[in-house]
T-cell receptor
Framework: GESVGLHLPTLSVQEGDNSIINCAYS??????FIWYKQESGKGPQFIID?????DKRQGQRVTVLLNKTVKHLSLQIAATQPGDSAVYFC??????????????FGKGTKLSVKP | ETGVTQSPTHLIKTRGQQVTLRCSSQ?????VSWYQQALGQGPQFIFQ???????GRGNFPPRFSGLQFPNYSSELNVNALELDDSALYLC?????????????FGQGTRLTVV
């Protein structure tokens, strides 16, 4: 079935290094791709999204890249900090008429930042 | 803080019982969605409510039902609880506006079925 999945379940980086979290998707009809961060005991927190007609979008310390040719999405975090330690999910958004659509999440990548 | 609050935070129920989970979202968020998150997995879409009507449903049986109220609150009801229903239940609301994609999640309700 259609799904959004991640390449690696865990990622460990040194504080100050850049982190890259990858995601593969299968549904070419998605309108948006979105990255969420989930810290222990909390709900997912929106990080950044990218529309399906874009290749790159930058936020504060984060960049999302979308490669539609190979159906690949990545999240780059610059100068990773201990507070970035969390599970990161990619999700694609599929719309319903006038509503905001629902999110299809992958399994997640756990990012651990070593001091 | 997302402005989305869920209650209770933790709940233990017995197999076969019924449960109601509650969510309060921000003013102006006209869409509320519910997700089930099993341990170590990503959230799975249960259903969505838009203007107080169900507007989309995931692969969940009819014993999962919901309501959305005019005051931006919402309920998730689960009947005939099964052990596999044990999970974190997340409520997410989305603000009005074209192209708005960010869903604001609550902290979730941890349901344990024994």
């Amino acid at each position: 079935g259609e799904s959004v999945g991640l390449h690696l379940p865990t990622l460990s980086v040194q504080e100050g290094d850049n982190s890259i979290i990858n995601c593969a998707y299968s549904n070419s009809a998605s309108d948006y791709f979105i990255w969420y961060k989930q810290e222990s005991g909390k709900g997912p927190q929106f990080i950044i999204d990218i529309r399906s007609n874009m290749d790159k979008r930058q936020g504060q310390r984060v960049t999302v890249l979308l490669n539609k040719t190979v159906k690949h999405l990545s999240l780059q975090i610059a100068a990773t900090q201990p507070g970035d330690s969390a599970v990161y999910f990619c999700a694609d958004k599929r719309g319903y008429g006038g509503s905001q659509g629902n999110l299809i999440f992958g399994k997640g990548t756990k990012l651990s930042v070593k001091p | 803080e997302t402005g989305v609050t869920q209650s209770p935070t933790h709940l233990i129920k017995t197999r076969g019982q019924q449960v109601t989970l509650r969510c309060s979202s921000q003013s102006g968020h006209n869409t509320v969605s519910w997700y089930q998150q099993a341990l170590g997995q990503g959230p799975q879409f249960i259903f969505q409510y838009y203007r107080e009507e169900e507007n989309g449903r995931g692969n969940f049986p009819p014993r999962f039902s919901g309501l959305q109220f005019p005051n931006y609150s919402s309920e998730l009801n689960v009947n005939a609880l099964e052990l596999d229903d044990s999970a974190l239940y997340l409520c997410a609301s989305t603000p009005l506006g074209p192209g708005r994609t960010e869903a604001f999640f609550g902290q979730g309700t941890r349901l344990t079925v024994v």
